[in-house]
């Protein structure tokens, strides 16, 4: 799966296991960890890819991309939409 979110300020990608985000520098960071972040409030992440992690799991949870952890998170994406 490629996929790509745009913003006004930076470029995220999603694509072979990994979340890359550029906005004049690149950065990137493993989906676990990504995932880990969203979960748990853990990982190591840069802070500008912390703020698009909800939109990085929606995208996920989409597209089906996440497998059996997807039931897990849908609770924690509609609680956090609101």
Do not use: C, W
């Not at 799966?1 to 950065?27: A, C, K, S």
């Not at 500008?48 to 996920?60: A, G, I, N």
């Not at 949870?61 to 609680?79: E, P």
Request: hydrophobic share 40%; no cysteine.
């Amino acid at each position: 799966m490629r996929v790509r979110l745009g913003y006004p300020d930076r470029i995220v990608e999603v694509t072979d296991g990994r979340v890359y985000l550029f906005n004049g520098r690149l950065l990137s960071a493993p989906i676990e960890e990504v995932l880990n972040h969203y979960t748990k409030g853990e990982g190591l992440l840069h802070p500008e890819l912390r703020e698009v992690v909800p939109d990085v799991v929606r995208l996920l949870l989409r597209s089906g991309d996440l497998g059996g952890a997807a039931l897990s998170l849908a609770s924690n994406v509609q609680t956090a939409s609101g």
